[in-house]
């Protein structure tokens, strides 16, 4: 896991628009850009990454969603941020990457309420 959570925060912000965004199952990350440096919004996970983030822009229902719409609305999309890496395993190392990140920036990311998929990570016997 520790690896999957390097890549990803090795990887490069880049604007939230999804047409570069490639149709794989993996762990995503939403920032915002402030006056020194970019927000860590929230970091999620899904099946599909480039329509999870295209949802967001519509949906309602989280509050990362309703964030990421009133920026859209109030045309500040460009201060939106996104970065993605693929991960098959994704609905289980959720949970471990928002704590690994929680820990490297000394918080949950604002909008997280949770801490990722819980009910899927595996017990050790």
Not at 18 to 28: M, R, T
Not at 55 to 71: E, L
Not at 73 to 102: A, H, M, P
Request: glycine letters at 8%.
């Amino acid at each position: 896991m520790e690896q999957i959570f390097d890549k990803l925060l090795k990887r490069r912000w880049r604007p939230y628009d999804v047409s570069s965004v490639k149709n794989v199952p993996g762990i995503y990350e939403i920032g915002q850009e402030g006056a020194k440096r970019i927000e860590h919004l929230y970091a999620g996970r899904s099946k599909n990454v480039k329509k999870r983030l295209q949802q967001h822009k519509r949906s309602k229902t989280q509050a990362v969603s309703k964030r990421v719409t009133a920026m859209f609305r109030q045309n500040k999309q460009s201060k939106l941020r996104i970065r993605y890496v693929e991960d098959k395993f994704q609905k289980r190392n959720e949970g471990k990457y928002i704590r690994c990140l929680t820990k490297k920036i000394g918080r949950r990311p604002v909008l997280n309420k949770r801490g990722g998929d819980k009910g899927y990570q595996r017990k050790r016997i």
